[in-house]
């Protein structure tokens, strides 16, 4: 025991100001201003009203964590250990595992038995039948109607188009296409170019040569001098001239009429034998349409009402007495068996199952 006092800290008062740390300096060096009253009561205010509001939060706080470190996990650790661990055990090894072997059983196998019956039962009563049907239509199709039409259209329609468009194409070339080559050739081309080479050509060339003398001699040379001395023999000179060109206008427009005219004669011949060509061809197409074409095409819809329409009138009738009562069996066989089975499986086994797992399922708090 010594006379020395022990030194204890003090303790923390809220209320008290804050202390500040820092080393306060000298009053004789710097001199604190003084606190404003509005500061004074903002502090009052705070430590009246906010102070206690922070302490109450803080103890909320605290016993919140107090309740879920010492009440609310251990409870919670309890009932999935104790509770819920032994409740999805039970669930899945009582109830979840009964109801997966019972529609395995009970439901998929003898389903699965139902469709490969069905699928037999289908394939050896409806499918082989209509394949050996479909088969058989198919090669009395090919052997009775496909092979003789192919024939026929090759035999009785195809040929005898072949050597129509032959004989046409010969008698187009013959009567129409070679004698208008002809007449184009002899009646049109050679005449007009026999004119313009022999009668059009030479004048022209004629004219052209005697012009140009009749300007070398009569315009170049005394144009200087005629012009000079004599007016008045230049105007009668021109006066000449332009009477010489009349006349050569004169002259060439009458040979263009009379040319024009040949041609037009031509061309109305050559439009005649077109006209006449094309009237024997039309009459050459018609006799062979009712000689040819009109026959064949009355034979063909003989033919066609005599063996198509049977054949296709018996293959309706054999659908009708064959696969039609197939049909509606099946479908009555399966709106006796499938139907009935089907529903009574959703109404007494789907179903049940599905409310017990939903009931289960929000027991368990699994499904809302």
């Known amino acids: 025991m010594t006379d020395t006092p022990t030194v204890r800290p003090a303790r923390f008062d809220p209320l008290d100001p804050p202390v500040d740390a820092r080393p306060t300096p000298p009053a004789a060096t710097t001199a604190a201003p003084p606190v404003p009253l509005v500061a004074v009561v903002a502090r009052g205010i705070a430590l009246a009203v906010v102070l206690p509001v922070r302490l109450l939060w803080e103890l909320v706080a605290a016993t919140g964590r107090l309740l879920d470190r010492h009440l609310l996990g251990p409870t919670g650790r309890f009932l999935r250990r104790w509770l819920l661990r032994p409740l999805a055990w039970a669930a899945r090894t009582l109830l979840w595992l009964p109801l997966v072997w019972v529609a395995r059983t009970l439901v998929w196998r003898p389903l699965v038995w139902l469709v490969v019956g069905l699928a037999w039962v289908a394939r050896t009563l409806v499918w082989l039948p209509l394949v050996w049907v479909a088969r058989t239509l198919a090669w009395v199709a090919r052997t009775l109607v496909w092979l003789p039409l192919v024939w026929v259209a090759r035999t009785l329609v195809w040929r005898p188009l072949v050597w129509l468009a032959v004989g046409l194409a010969w008698v187009a070339r013959t009567l129409v296409w070679l004698p208008l080559a002809w007449m184009a050739r002899t009646l049109v081309w050679l005449p007009l170019a026999w004119m313009a080479r022999t009668l059009v050509w030479p004048p022209l060339v004629l004219l052209g040569r005697a012009l140009r003398w009749l300007a070398e001699h009569l315009v170049r040379r005394p144009s200087a001098w005629l012009l000079g001395v004599l ?138």
């Open 231 to 368: 007016a008045p023999a230049v105007r009668w000179l021109g006066r000449a001239l332009a009477a010489l060109v009349r006349g050569l206008v004169a002259v060439l427009v009458g040979a263009a009429r009379g040319l024009g005219r040949v041609v037009v004669a031509v061309c109305r011949g050559v439009v005649g034998a077109v006209g006449w060509a094309w009237w024997a061809a039309g009459r050459v197409l018609r006799l062979g349409y009712r000689l040819l074409l009109r026959p064949i095409g009355l034979g063909l819809r003989w033919l066609w009402r005599h063996t198509v329409v049977p054949l296709a009138r018996g293959v309706r009738a054999l659908w009708r007495v064959t696969v039609l009562p197939v049909a509606r069996g099946v479908r009555a066989v399966w709106r006796a068996t499938v139907r009935p089975a089907a529903r009574w499986t959703r109404t007494a086994v789907l179903e049940p199952a599905r409310l017990a797992s939903r009931e289960v399922l929000t027991a368990l708090g699994l499904r809302r």
